[in-house]
């Protein structure tokens, strides 16, 4: 409950290394989380240094290709606008953690039929499952971090980088926390819990 009461988004962070030992660690308590038929369909790809650079480079470029698209609706725009603004943030972080979720396919492929999007589904929660308990782990380690979902206005050109056709479900910005940013607002417990007896 500490580590859940503190844990904030951050998108400041200090110019610190983070050790590899010490992000192998939280991602072991992404490991540590339950997924559904112990898929555990996850893979965690950890970028730093020049190949931080490249891979936040990728998503830049695939943005701006996003954006040249004609077909773009409005709401697409906006969403290319604020993608741009959290790559702003992941430019600021030592550590860019791309995480896959190795049973899901692209958004872009064609629609899955019903058993496909149950898996999905089930698949998409294991991973969100996964990442929360790397927040956690992080948190408690003094690490700030940023869940990104941001990616998936980028998500073919971030794909072809890495070489892989599985699909790119997240990103999680870490470093040490350079902003103590305040709770942000939750909704009323008596609005999201009813007891039926
Ligand atoms: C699935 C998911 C995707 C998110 N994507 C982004 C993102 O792309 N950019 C960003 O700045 N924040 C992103 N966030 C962070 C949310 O904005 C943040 O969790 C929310 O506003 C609550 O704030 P808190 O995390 O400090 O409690 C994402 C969070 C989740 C769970």
Redesign the pocket.
Same mark, same amino acid.
């Given at each position: 409950m500490d580590a859940i009461g503190r +844990? +904030?988004?951050i +998108?400041k962070f200090k110019d610190t290394d983070v050790s590899d030992e010490l992000i192998t660690k939280i991602i072991s308590a992404g490991a540590a989380a339950p997924s559904a038929k112990n898929r555990q369909p996850w893979k965690y790809i950890v970028f730093k240094g020049a190949a931080r650079e490249e891979v936040l480079s990728v998503m830049d470029r695939g943005l701006d290709m996003a954006l040249a698209e004609p077909s773009l609706p409005e709401q697409g725009k906006a969403g290319v606008a604020?993608?741009k603004?959290?790559l702003r943030?992941m430019r600021g972080a030592p550590v860019i953690i791309l995480v896959l979720n190795t049973n899901g396919v692209s958004p872009f492929a064609k629609p899955l039929d019903i058993f496909g999007r149950i898996t999905e589904i089930c698949d998409s929660m294991s991973c969100?499952a996964s990442?929360e308990n790397t927040l956690l782990a992080a948190t408690e380690e003094g690490l700030g971090t940023?869940?990104?979902?941001?990616?998936f206005y980028a998500h073919e050109p971030l794909r072809a980088y890495l070489k892989t056709d599985k699909q790119l479900i &997240? &990103?999680i910005a870490v470093g040490y926390p350079d902003e103590d940013?305040v709770?942000?607002p939750r909704k009323d417990l008596s609005e999201i819990i009813e007891f039926r007896n």
């Open positions: +844990r +904030r988004s +998108r604020d993608a603004n959290t943030i969100g990442i940023l869940w990104i979902a941001n990616t &997240a &990103a940013p709770a942000r």
